[in-house]
């Protein structure tokens, strides 16, 4: 069991930055591969970047490559996604999500649990 508190949504200027943060609760951290997904109104929820136990491997949508990375550090239970060069389109509640498979890393039914979503509103 793990528990996920998302925090760092806002409201920002298209071409500025936002860094996402999501606490895990236990001791097993390091057990999950970590996931960001979001969703926009009106649309389906869609795979944004995941990061494996370690942090040695990292995975993001073609739709946030260059711009968005994903970090973890296992010793404060923190999975991160840092933000660049937001544009009113990446607008959306984002969610992370644990997975103890670690296998299929964009598909929703690999992640066990969820946060509860933070939103992030890029204005233009």
């Known amino acids: 069991q793990v528990q996920l508190v998302e925090s760092g949504g806002g409201l920002v200027q298209a071409g500025g930055s936002l860094r996402l943060s999501c606490a895990a609760s236990?001791?097993?951290?390091?057990?999950?591969?970590m996931g960001w997904f979001r969703q926009a109104p009106g649309k389906e929820r869609e795979f944004v970047a995941a990061?494996?136990?370690?942090?040695?491997?990292?995975y993001a949508a073609d739709s946030v490559k260059g711009r968005f990375t994903i970090s973890r550090d296992n010793a404060k239970n923190t999975v991160y996604l840092q933000m660049n060069s937001l544009k009113p389109e990446d607008t959306a509640v984002y969610y992370c999500?644990?997975?103890?498979?670690?296998?299929?890393?964009?598909?929703?039914?690999?992640?066990?649990?969820w946060g509860q979503g933070t939103q992030v509103t890029v204005s233009s």
């Open positions: 999500a644990a997975s103890p498979y670690g296998s299929s890393w964009s598909s929703e039914w690999e992640y066990d649990y």
């Open positions: 990061i494996s136990r370690s942090g040695g491997n990292t």
């Open positions: 236990g001791r097993t951290f390091s057990s999950y591969a």
